[in-house]
């Protein structure tokens, strides 16, 4: 497993820099935990103060997800998002974590034919749309509706039609 994490600039079209990479025989939490803890160690060395990411993309991994959790100490996964999701709509950007699209994308497509062995083609990408939809949500409000948009469109009779 080959892991890499990237720190993008501020300046603008500047290209993201390698702030550290691994390779390992082991995909585990202990191990990508390690790695994290070794660039916030080095990160405070060579800065001065602690590292405070705004934003960590990572895979649908719950391995991944734990590791981040466990690194920037923020609790277990579901302490986690009992804390992003009470956040007053004006704060929804606390999230530290978001879920990489095109990874995401790939899972939902992946699980669309395999749910759904009926739907035509033009169908699932209706789907795709809806999820497509929620992943750009500005909000909780914004990504509740699209939510209830896409539930009411999948239990309609006429979906597989």
């Not at 579901?78 to 007053?88: Q, S």
């Not at 004006?90 to 879920?99: G, V």
């Not at 209830?148 to 999948?154: S, T, W």
Request: net charge positive; with cysteine.
């Amino acid at each position: 497993y080959l892991y890499h994490a990237l720190v993008y600039q501020r300046v603008s079209g500047a290209p993201p820099l390698t702030a550290i990479s691994m390779l390992t025989k082991r995909n585990s939490t202990d191990t990508i935990e390690s790695m994290l803890a070794t660039l916030i160690v080095n990160y405070r060395k060579v800065v001065g103060k602690a590292l405070a990411p705004k934003c960590v993309v990572t895979d649908h991994s719950f391995t991944n997800l734990n590791a981040i959790l466990a690194a920037f100490q923020l609790g277990d996964l579901t302490t986690y998002l009992d804390r992003v999701w009470a956040l007053p709509e004006e704060e929804d950007h606390f999230s530290l974590i978001k879920l990489c699209k095109a990874h995401f994308m790939k899972n939902i497509a992946v699980n669309a034919k395999v749910k759904f062995p009926k739907l035509k083609p033009k169908q699932r990408r209706l789907i795709m749309a809806y999820f497509a939809a929620m992943t750009e949500a500005q909000g909780k409000n914004e990504l509740y509706a699209t939510f209830r948009d896409f539930a009411q469109l999948i239990q309609s009779p006429s979906i597989e039609e």
